[in-house]
């Protein structure tokens, strides 16, 4: 998500210095966007960045951070007006997460995991070298981080009956014992809609070969979390018994994302999560309504007042 945010909005300096290693994996990032009260609505986030000197001064905190355990720097949204509008007050940063003040502590999931955390920013110091676009125009350079995420979880690269529709098709080769007419009826439908899921992928992927990632990214994401949260669960009905066991629950260490790996307790728990991370799916409802279909916008009457003058 670093990466396309970079390439659009980050000076020459600043691609040099962060696209090569940010490719290779020498250094990781992550992504403080959301805080304990700006989730869906992430442009009411509350964390301040106040100039000083030649850089900025930041105090908040942020949640639900993957891998900021592991990271080496993390793209900041921070709060630098609260005299506009919440959308307009915005800016982004580069924020180093070994500097002073950074402090990460981990958030146990319902798979026993700590894949992501909280994060503390107390006095964290910027340069302002290390800000991507102009002051105030953080949540336009959000938005393409958004995009690129949503792109990211829901129109990666599959074969033919890859991702969560092979693993469901092989327990149902492998078990004939198990096989019921009413399942059979929910798998076939679930193959076709995964095959056309796979098929939209394929061309939305040719449409961003030529530029950017739009709003579109969002129709894949909400499809990628229905039908991983439909096939896991019935997946744990054909294994009967052995579905609902989950060998592993002692596990504690910090772990990459993985969506099916690991045994059949662990996809169906860790599935949950996909229609809230990366953007919840009503809220990426409301996107594909306005931004894709061109439908009216909800009404929004906290969009000309002041942030300092919202209720929070």
Known sequence: MAAPT??????????????????????????????PGAGSDLAGLATRAVPDGDGWVVNGQKVWTSAAHRADFGILVARTDPDVP????????????????????????????AEFNEVFLTDVRIPDSQRLGAVGEGWRVATTTLNAERVAIGDGPT????????????????????????????????WVESEVARLTRMRLRQKLAAGLPGP????????????????????????EDDGI???????????????????????????????????????????????????PAEPRTDKDVPWKDLPR
């Open 159 to 190: 074969p033919r009956e890859g991702g969560m529709i092979g693993v469901v098709a092989k327990a149902w080769r492998d078990h004939p014992e198990r096989r019921r007419s009413a399942l059979h009826d929910r798998l076939l439908r679930l």
């Open 86 to 113: 919440k959308h307009r007050g915005l800016t982004y940063f580069i924020c180093d997460m070994h500097a002073p003040g950074v402090q990460v502590r981990p958030l146990r999931q319902i798979t026993g995991e």
């Open 216 to 239: 579109e990214g969002a129709t894949m994401k909400l499809t990628f979390a229905r039908l991983n949260q439909a096939l896991s669960g019935l997946e744990v009905e054909l294994r």
């Open 6 to 35: 970079i390439l659009a909005y980050g000076t020459e300096e600043q691609k040099r210095r962060y696209l090569r290693p940010l490719w290779t994996g020498e250094e990781i990032w992550c992504q403080l966007f959301s805080e």
């Open 245 to 295: 066991r989950y060998d592993d629950w002692s596990f504690v260490r910090p772990h990459r994302v993985n969506f099916t790996g690991r045994d059949v307790g662990y996809r169906y728990l860790r599935s949950k999560g996909n229609s809230i991370e990366g953007g919840t799916s009503e809220i990426l409802r409301n996107i594909v309504a306005e931004r894709v279909l061109g439908l």
